[in-house]
């Protein structure tokens, strides 16, 4: 459905995207997932026909970016990362105001807006002025826009950014949803809401693409370890061997010290037991746990395991 064949795009010498190859088949959900600045955006931007891009190719159901845009576009609803609502119009009058913009030709416009209007929610606001909405709320506005007139692929540029958990699930259940029927791109940069919601992920990162899996195979590569981090008052060489004693511990490093007080940072897949035995390894040896907490695997992280050294080095080049 959608090809995106060695995709560049320069900011003068600065590079927004290397080299980007991948394609979406029809009926999928495909996650796009990467830190800030890491291209996400730029590749929705270009696909979606709103800004150019300096070499490469991009065909959507067959037709060239460049060469049939109207075609690309009419078969894309797009969710830009900020979406360009008028804020003095109410939520009504601003999808009528899409549903003109689009040329939809569906010829009950009421029905159609209507239906929109209860995928994503809004039916309580549909009279009120966007202005007066909250974020989550004018988010689904947007959402809303994106599925006028019916379009085969959506393009979700990080939806659930700045929604509250109740928000974060309900748009996401909507993705799923619409996932049965459409071809999606939806963006993140939370690991663990691309993998609820997207039968494939894409890792970018600093405008390439660093993996390309099933959810399921990636957590296989990234390891099912938890990084946990605790805070110890003693001997720093005695706390770390204690550490490195335990089987299920490994890259124990020391991430900041003050005076006799030392935070530990570890991988571990520690059963409860191995938790009991690590607690009483240092009170044994009368080394105090201050402080025990399990941290979420970061992006970073992640990329460190899926990217060899050489790709690393070319990070250098970029920015
Ligand atoms: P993401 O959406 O993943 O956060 P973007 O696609 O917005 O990332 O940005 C990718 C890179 O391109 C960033 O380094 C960003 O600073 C750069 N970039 C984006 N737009 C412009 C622009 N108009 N001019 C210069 N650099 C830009
Ligand atoms: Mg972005």
Redesign the pocket.
């Given at each position: 459905m959608i090809t995106v064949s060695h995709l560049t795009k320069r900011?003068g010498d600065?590079y927004?995207l290397n080299d980007v190859n991948f394609d979406v088949k029809k009926g999928e959900i495909l996650g796009f997932l990467?830190p800030?600045?890491?291209?996400?955006?730029?590749t929705m931007n270009i696909i979606t026909g709103y800004i150019s891009y300096t070499e490469g190719e991009v065909k959507v159901d067959g037709y060239d970016i460049m060469d049939n845009p109207m075609e690309v576009k009419k078969r894309i609803g797009y969710l830009p990362e900020i979406p360009p609502l008028y804020l003095d119009m109410t939520v009504w009058d601003y999808l009528e105001f899409v549903f003109a913009l689009k040329n939809v030709k569906t010829t009950d416009m009421k029905e159609h807006l209507q239906s929109v209007i209860d995928t994503v929610k809004i039916d309580g606001v549909k009279n009120r002025k966007i202005s007066n909405l909250s974020k989550g709320y004018r988010q689904r506005v947007g959402f809303a826009g994106a599925l006028i007139g019916d379009p085969d692929i959506l393009i979700l540029d990080e939806p659930t950014v700045g929604l509250d958990p109740k928000q974060i699930i309900e748009i996401r259940n909507a993705i799923k949803e619409l996932g049965k029927k459409k071809t999606i791109i939806f963006s993140s940069h939370i690991l663990s809401e691309i993998s609820s919601v997207c039968d494939r992920v894409i890792i970018i990162n600093k405008?390439k693409i660093v993996a390309e899996d099933t959810p399921q195979n990636l957590s296989a590569k990234i390891g099912d370890a938890q990084r946990m981090m605790i805070r110890v008052s003693g001997d720093k060489e005695q706390a770390e061997s204690i550490l490195e004693s335990f089987d299920s511990v490994s890259n124990v490093t020391c991430v900041s010290s003050l005076g006799d007080t030392f935070d530990f940072e570890f991988d571990t897949k520690m059963s409860n037991e191995d938790k009991k035995e690590l607690f009483f390894a240092f009170a044994q040896n009368s080394i105090p746990i201050l402080l025990q907490q399990e941290t979420e695997v970061s992006l970073e992280e992640i990329f460190l395991k899926l990217t060899s050294a050489k790709e690393a080095n070319y990070e250098s080049d970029i920015q």
């Open positions: 900011y600065k927004a990467g800030n600045g890491a291209g996400k955006s730029t405008g």
